[in-house]
């Protein structure tokens, strides 16, 4: 029976690029849709931005742009890093959409009318000079309970403490670095304990969730009173405005699964499909794919908001675990925080996708990217086991025998074998369906090695058998190229041209080709070569700040640091100059907007600068050795806004960015502290 089945990933947050870490997710989503299309069922894909709050707010504020430039630019970089590694949404909208919008209010009346909005005033920090309430990371302070330093509003890194921020000891915004006030301001409330019962008999019926996600749902929190859920934050705020409460706006966990229908919505409206049909329908299965970290806001928020509002619930939410690389989390000064971008710069993304699928099951359980382990499987599976078969046997014939040969039952063999790799894909045990798949492979190489088709194409009596034994080996590899296709669409497509067949269809795997034309061997796909990986990791930490140790005492007092005299005996200090001298320099906070290559300047980078609103700025800075372009766009830099514009050959330069440094390679941008705006003033 041929199933509807609408899917969903968590929509990422417009204020970042895609890691791999997030790639989990998608890759995983991607090839469970991808399995079932294969299966003949229709899956549709659907995603989109989460664009809303208050850190979107902050960061265009500081980038001296509107939030919806700035979300625009981020949802081109994440559709960009999707694409790059094969990743196929049917639609991919925005949250700060009009379909969006008006689903919430949609939500939002649903709440009302059943009672369950209440109404209270709430205090918290507020920044008097950003004039915003500030969230607990854009707080820090002395730890109330160990005194520690520069700790942020929620939690203590030295000694573990949990707290408010309202606790925290002599308070200072992260923004601005004002000291905090204490301010009331009006909140709305779904009471999410009137949908007690029905959340424990959706969460605990067996059906809708993995086992350990139902048991600690049951443990954490249906053992007691849920707590009122608060779904409003007073304004400024970047989002939408609550119809029947101005100045308030939903907070952004309020309309980002609304999301998903929004985006459905979008979807429908372009193929003239009825949105009734896929959210109000009990023919089509709805399938959310999420990382553990945001279980409680799927798995109980979510289905209460559902049914009051009338749409249907969840059929299943596939709960996955965090990544690990090489057994530790993700570190910016170990390399190995690496974003999407910076992967597809120097790896094939075939190799992230296979060696996720071969360790994603269907339990919660983190994973880990060990990159030597990462590079031997990829070589030895891939290449050595499934592209082998190919390489070995393409090459010799250029057309398949006309019937079938005698196989030894492998073919047949194979074909029982894809209930059981199909019931994997299913249940999203993908690391069973890879082994079984490698067994297959491996039976398949150990007949190649024996009948040694080489040795035979050197013999013309046989010739005949040649061909039945590379006949035999190219329907075994393209048995192999289906069952991988969902994780390997590629290399699925490549082997279709190579055996000018359709791999498109799971049935093709239960099938043999004969007598069909084989083209000409390509390269199908490079081992993987640890020098790139070694470059993506100094790559990643060229681009990533490290993070800085807290300083010993006796370095805060600075006894214990000696700086070398070399840069002052370099370039001594220059003559003494006037405070009125200096006042003629007005240095600025700049943005750097855009930077490119200036052709045929060995130094010369051009840049341009944001000095806020619409104020720009054209300049050449000789930092061509020291910066790569995309290290530069989006950080700050002081730049002397007030120098008598410089005609060059390359154009105009209308200012000067401040630098430290001997020249060439070692050249360092001078920035001012987070907090700082484009447009301020140095003093």
Same mark, same amino acid.
């Given at each position: 029976?041929? $199933?509807?089945?609408?899917?969903?990933?968590?929509?990422?947050?417009?204020?970042?690029?895609?890691?791999?870490?997030?790639?989990?997710?998608?890759?995983?989503?991607?090839?469970?849709?991808?399995?079932?299309?294969?299966?003949?069922?229709?899956?549709?894909?659907?995603?989109?931005?989460?664009?809303?709050?208050?850190?979107?707010? =902050?960061?265009?504020?500081?980038?001296?742009?509107?939030?919806?430039?700035?979300?625009?630019?981020?949802?081109?970089?994440?559709?960009?890093?999707?694409?790059?590694?094969?990743?196929?949404?049917?639609?991919?909208? %925005?949250?700060?959409?009009?379909?969006?919008?008006?689903?919430?209010?949609?939500?939002?009346?649903?709440?009302?009318?059943?009672? &369950?909005?209440?109404?209270?005033?709430?205090?918290?920090?507020?920044?008097?000079?950003?004039?915003?309430?500030?969230?607990?990371?854009?707080?820090?302070?002395?730890?109330?309970?160990?005194?520690?330093?520069?700790?942020?509003?929620?939690?203590?890194?030295?000694?573990?403490?949990?707290?408010?921020?309202?606790?925290?000891?002599?308070?200072?915004?992260?923004?601005?670095?004002?000291?905090?006030?204490?301010?009331?301001?009006?909140?709305? +409330?779904?009471?999410?304990?009137?949908?007690?019962?029905?959340?424990?008999?959706?969460?605990?019926?067996?059906?809708?969730?993995?086992?350990?996600?139902?048991?600690?749902?049951?443990?954490?929190?249906?053992?007691?009173?849920?707590?009122?859920?608060?779904?409003?934050?007073?304004?400024?705020?970047?989002?939408?405005?609550?119809?029947?409460?101005?100045?308030?706006?939903?907070?952004?966990?309020?309309?980002? *699964? =609304?999301?998903?229908?929004?985006?459905?919505?979008?979807?429908?409206?372009?193929?003239?499909?009825?949105?009734?049909?896929?959210?109000?329908?009990?023919?089509?299965?709805?399938?959310?794919? =999420?990382?553990?970290?945001?279980?409680?806001?799927?798995?109980?928020?979510?289905?209460?908001?559902?049914? /009051?509002?009338?749409?249907?619930?969840?059929?299943?939410?596939?709960?996955?675990?965090?990544?690990?690389?090489?057994?530790?989390?993700?570190?910016?000064?170990?390399?190995?925080? /690496?974003?999407?971008?910076?992967? @597809?710069?120097?790896?094939?993304?075939?190799?992230?996708?296979?060696?996720?699928?071969?360790?994603?099951?269907?339990?919660?359980?983190?994973?880990?990217?060990?990159?030597?382990?990462?590079?031997?499987?990829?070589?030895?599976?891939?290449?050595?086991?499934?592209?082998?078969?190919?390489? $070995?046997?393409?090459? +010799?014939?250029?057309?398949?025998?006309?019937?079938?040969?005698?196989?030894?039952?492998? +073919?047949?063999?194979?074909?029982?074998?894809?209930?059981?790799?199909?019931?994997?894909?299913?249940?999203?045990?993908?690391?069973?369906?890879? $082994? &079984? /798949?490698?067994?297959?492979?491996?039976?398949?190489?150990?007949?190649?090695?024996?009948?040694?088709?080489?040795?035979?194409?050197?013999?013309?009596?046989? @010739?005949?058998?040649?061909?039945?034994?590379? %006949?035999?080996?190219?329907?075994?590899?393209?048995?192999?190229?289906?069952?991988?296709?969902?994780?390997?669409?590629?290399?699925?497509?490549?082997?279709?041209?190579?055996?000018?067949?359709?791999?498109?269809?799971?049935?093709?795997?239960?099938?043999?080709?004969?007598?069909?034309?084989?083209?000409?061997?390509?390269?199908?796909?490079?081992?993987?070569?640890?020098?790139?990986?070694?470059?993506? @990791?100094?790559?990643?930490?060229?681009?990533?700040?490290?993070?800085?140790?807290?300083?010993?005492?006796?370095?805060?007092?600075?006894?214990?640091?000696?700086?070398?005299?070399?840069?002052?005996?370099?370039?001594? =200090?220059?003559?003494?100059?006037?405070?009125?001298?200096?006042?003629?320099?007005?240095?600025?906070?700049?943005?750097?907007?855009?930077?490119?290559?200036?052709?045929?300047?060995?130094?010369?980078?051009?840049?341009?600068?944001?000095?806020?609103?619409?104020?720009?700025?054209? /300049?050449?800075?000789?930092?061509?050795?020291?910066?790569?372009?995309?290290?530069?766009?989006?950080?700050?830099?002081?730049?002397?806004?007030?120098?008598? *514009?410089?005609?060059?050959?390359?154009?105009?330069?209308?200012?000067?960015?401040?630098?430290?440094?001997?020249?060439?390679?070692?050249?360092?941008?001078?920035?001012?502290?987070?907090?700082?705006?484009?447009?301020?003033?140095?003093?």
């Amino acid at each position: 029976m041929t $199933r509807r089945i609408l899917v969903t990933s968590a929509l990422p947050y417009a204020n970042g690029h895609i890691h791999i870490g997030h790639l989990v997710e998608y890759l995983m989503t991607d090839i469970w849709v991808r399995f079932q299309r294969m299966r003949g069922h229709r899956a549709v894909y659907v995603c989109a931005d989460d664009t809303h709050g208050t850190a979107i707010m =902050i960061r265009a504020r500081q980038e001296g742009r509107s939030e919806e430039a700035l979300i625009a630019d981020m949802q081109a970089a994440h559709q960009r890093d999707f694409q790059g590694f094969q990743i196929e949404f049917d639609n991919y909208g %925005s949250t700060n959409s009009p379909d969006n919008r008006e689903l919430c209010e949609h939500f939002w009346k649903a709440l009302r009318k059943q009672g &369950l909005i209440v109404e209270r005033d709430v205090t918290q920090l507020y920044d008097p000079l950003e004039s915003v309430f500030l969230a607990d990371r854009f707080v820090k302070g002395k730890c109330p309970n160990c005194g520690a330093p520069d700790q942020y509003g929620d939690s203590c890194e030295k000694c573990g403490a949990a707290y408010s921020a309202i606790d925290l000891v002599d308070p200072y915004s992260t923004l601005s670095g004002a000291k905090p006030e204490l301010r009331s301001a009006r909140h709305y +409330f779904v009471e999410i304990e009137q949908l007690h019962g029905f959340l424990e008999q959706w969460t605990q019926s067996g059906e809708h969730l993995q086992l350990e996600v139902a048991n600690y749902l049951k443990g954490h929190f249906l053992a007691e009173p849920l707590r009122d859920w608060d779904v409003s934050r007073p304004g400024p705020y970047f989002g939408f405005e609550l119809p029947d409460a101005p100045g308030n706006f939903w907070y952004v966990w309020f309309d980002a *699964p =609304i999301g998903y229908l929004a985006s459905t919505a979008e979807w429908c409206r372009a193929r003239g499909e009825r949105f009734d049909d896929w959210w109000r329908s009990d023919d089509v299965e709805i399938h959310h794919f =999420i990382g553990k970290d945001i279980t409680y806001f799927h798995t109980l928020f979510w289905p209460a908001m559902l049914k /009051v509002a009338g749409y249907s619930l969840p059929t299943r939410v596939h709960v996955h675990g965090f990544l690990t690389v090489n057994g530790e989390k993700m570190s910016k000064s170990k390399g190995t925080f /690496v974003m999407a971008s910076t992967y @597809l710069r120097h790896l094939d993304p075939a190799y992230l996708r296979y060696f996720y699928a071969s360790k994603l099951s269907p339990k919660v359980d983190d994973i880990d990217l060990n990159l030597e382990e990462f590079a031997a499987k990829v070589n030895a599976d891939l290449v050595g086991k499934v592209v082998n078969l190919a390489s $070995r046997t393409a090459r +010799f014939v250029d057309r398949l025998s006309e019937r079938y040969p005698e196989d030894e039952g492998l +073919f047949e063999a194979g074909a029982k074998l894809g209930d059981d790799i199909a019931a994997a894909y299913d249940a999203c045990d993908f690391a069973r369906a890879m $082994r &079984l /798949v490698m067994s297959l492979a491996d039976r398949a190489n150990e007949y190649i090695d024996r009948k040694e088709p080489w040795k035979l194409k050197k013999d013309p009596a046989a @010739l005949d058998t040649m061909r039945d034994v590379c %006949s035999v080996a190219l329907n075994l590899y393209r048995q192999l190229a289906v069952y991988l296709s969902p994780v390997l669409p590629k290399l699925s497509q490549q082997s279709a041209e190579l055996l000018n067949d359709d791999l498109s269809t799971w049935k093709a795997a239960s099938v043999p080709l004969a007598g069909t034309p084989v083209g000409k061997f390509q390269h199908l796909l490079a081992r993987v070569d640890m020098q790139a990986v070694s470059k993506m @990791l100094e790559e990643t930490l060229s681009t990533e700040p490290a993070v800085v140790a807290e300083p010993t005492p006796a370095a805060a007092g600075g006894s214990a640091l000696t700086d070398s005299d070399e840069p002052l005996r370099a370039e001594p =200090i220059a003559a003494e100059c006037s405070i009125d001298d200096f006042a003629k320099v007005d240095l600025r906070v700049a943005r750097i907007v855009a930077a490119a290559e200036v052709p045929r300047a060995d130094k010369l980078l051009q840049l341009t600068l944001s000095l806020g609103g619409d104020e720009r700025r054209t /300049v050449f800075a000789g930092i061509k050795a020291a910066y790569r372009l995309e290290t530069l766009v989006g950080r700050l830099v002081v730049v002397v806004a007030n120098l008598a *514009p410089r005609r060059m050959k390359f154009g105009t330069s209308e200012g000067m960015v401040i630098a430290a440094g001997p020249g060439k390679q070692e050249v360092f941008l001078l920035a001012p502290d987070t907090g700082a705006r484009p447009g301020q003033r140095v003093h």
